[in-house]
């Protein structure tokens, strides 16, 4: 069964650090992009950031809000994908979640990645 | 950026209706369109990708259209499970964008 589970979430102050984990299962790591997805208390989803599989080099993709804050790594031996998270502020608690990305059918020259299996989340909060 | 707009923002239905949510984008993004299904307190779930393809698994009951700049999702025969939000979301272009969702209750 192809499975996501992020962990690593609580509570920390304006300014602190951070770093979640993305543990998959049932499926090549290595071989799939995965995005992270956020979703502060009642508003809807935003996304923050994408790691492309080993093919394109785990080359990395972020939203203007955590660019320069927050940063994707892998360690594919270990089943893992981590988003750190520096500089935090209070407009960052949310519930992050990560999914893996798959290929559509290949368009002109580009195949373009869509979100098929979630993770359950985790819950991060920015308070003093 | 692209910005994704769904519309309603919500409604309200009964079992056994014939449900439509739209969604458009800013700019053209071809097929390259999702939906998702989230209910409270849970992870979204995938239900179509590429405009009009159902994940694996999601009822027939879903489906979608569109191509370029408008989009649909129709639920031809609403059930109780589902009563949810639903979310639209562009990958044709870096940032990612979703809407802003539409709540679909009793």
């Known amino acids: 069964e192809v499975q996501l589970v992020e962990s690593g979430g609580g509570l920390v102050q304006p300014g602190g650090s951070l770093r979640l984990s993305c543990a998959a299962s049932g499926f090549s790591l290595s071989d799939h992009y995965i995005d992270w997805v956020r979703q502060a208390p009642g508003k809807g989803l935003e996304w923050v950031g994408r790691s492309r599989n080993k093919v394109n080099s785990y080359t990395t993709e972020y939203a203007a809000s955590v660019k320069g804050r927050f940063t994707i790594s892998r360690d594919d031996s270990n089943k893992s994908l981590y988003l750190q998270m520096k500089s935090l502020k209070t407009e960052d608690t949310a519930v992050y979640y990560c999914?893996?990305?798959?290929?559509?059918?290949?368009?002109?020259?580009?195949?373009?990645?869509?979100?098929?299996?979630w993770g359950k989340g985790t819950a991060v909060t920015v308070s003093s | 950026d692209i910005q994704m707009t769904q519309s309603p923002s919500s409604l309200s239905a009964s079992v056994g209706d014939r449900v439509t949510i739209t969604c458009r984008a800013s700019?053209?993004?071809?097929?390259?369109l999702a939906w998702f299904q989230q209910k409270p307190g849970k992870a979204p779930k995938s239900l179509i990708h590429a405009a009009s393809s159902l994940q694996s698994g999601v009822p027939s009951r879903f489906s979608g259209s569109g191509s370029g700049t408008d989009f649909t999702l129709t639920i031809s025969c609403l059930q109780p499970e589902d009563f949810a939000t639903y979310y639209c979301?562009?990958?044709?272009?870096?940032?990612?964008?979703f809407g802003g969702g539409t709540k679909v209750e009793i």
């Open positions: 979301q562009e990958y044709n272009t870096y940032p990612l964008t």
């Open positions: 700019q053209g993004i071809s097929n390259c």
């Open positions: 999914a893996r990305a798959v290929a559509g059918p290949l368009q002109g020259f580009y195949y373009y990645y869509y979100m098929d299996v």
